[in-house]
């Protein structure tokens, strides 16, 4: 239980400066998972783009909401919960699925954090075709505000970091946590607003929405593809959940990373 923080620092800084290992590391498991497909991940990119169109023209008139208006808002949400419940979920074992790996070699733990994060921002990337293609349909052009995607990116992967490495040990520890993450999510989507406006609850229920971490990463994304910036509070929440989550990670990382191998 002896803090070893000097020892956690090194293993993040190093971790995160071998982007050429963690970078080479998400691509072969990208190109893994679609060995011997046609279309390799723009599987994933058809069923997304034929699940957003079905359920765009279905639900813009259930929330009796603009088609026009509604599509581009419920690809952005979608793509973006996707990545973010992603990166959730197989973080959670991204420790757990690489034992062999650590009991035989001295390894950073964040380049394993690093590489889940890259390997489904890659997906994500493939993705954002369906946000081009809808955005075309009905007629959003690119703005000033668009621009702030790429520091939301940025700001949305320093939370997801440190998320990843918190619930990779804990996993590590008690392997009830995947499936305790995973179906947690699922009810996650469903009050928190990607299917739905925020607009939409109103007087106290709005507090759902606001005091909702997981909506202000997905406004850190989905808002610059809207093409307007995200509010004030949302950078706020964002950045201190940053800082905060880092102290809180480098608090339990230094206690008990020397015992990773041994949870395995």
Same mark, same amino acid.
Request: neutral net charge; proline residues 3%; glycine residues 8%.
């Given at each position: 239980m002896i803090p070893q923080y000097s020892a956690a620092v090194r293993d993040v800084a190093a971790g995160f400066l071998a982007w050429d290992m963690w970078g080479r590391l998400g691509w072969r498991e990208t190109l893994r998972r679609y060995r011997r497909t046609t279309i390799g991940p723009f599987w994933t990119t058809a069923s997304v783009g034929i699940f957003?169109?079905? *359920?765009?023209?279905?639900?813009?008139?259930?929330?009796?909401?603009?088609? *026009?208006?509604? *599509?581009?808002?419920?690809?952005?949400?979608?793509?973006?919960?996707?990545?973010?419940?992603?990166v959730l979920t197989e973080g959670s074992l991204a420790i757990v699925m690489a034992e062999s790996l650590i009991k035989q070699l001295r390894i950073s733990y964040t380049v394993l954090v690093c590489t889940v994060i890259w390997r489904n921002v890659v997906v994500f990337g493939h993705n954002l075709l369906i946000m081009v293609l809808v955005s075309v349909y009905v007629g959003l052009a690119p703005t000033w505000g668009t621009l702030l995607f790429v520091p939301g990116l940025l700001l949305f992967c320093a939370n997801a970091m440190w998320m990843v490495l918190v619930l990779a040990m804990a996993c590590a520890r008690y392997r009830d946590v995947a499936p305790l993450i995973s179906s947690l999510l699922q009810i996650a989507m469903f009050i928190t607003p990607v299917l739905w406006t925020p607009g939409q609850l109103e007087g106290r229920m709005g507090l759902v929405v606001q005091f909702n971490p997981l909506y202000h990463l997905l406004e850190l994304l989905r808002a610059p593809l809207l093409g307007r910036a995200p509010e004030l509070p949302t950078w706020l929440l964002g950045s201190a959940g940053a800082v905060v989550g880092w102290a809180f990670a480098m608090f339990l990382f230094s206690r008990f990373r020397r015992r990773i191998p041994y949870w395995l």
């Open positions: 957003v169109v079905m *359920l765009g023209g279905v639900w813009s008139k259930v929330w009796n909401q603009d088609a *026009l208006t509604y *599509l581009p808002y419920l690809t952005s949400g979608m793509i973006t919960w996707m990545m973010m419940s992603a």
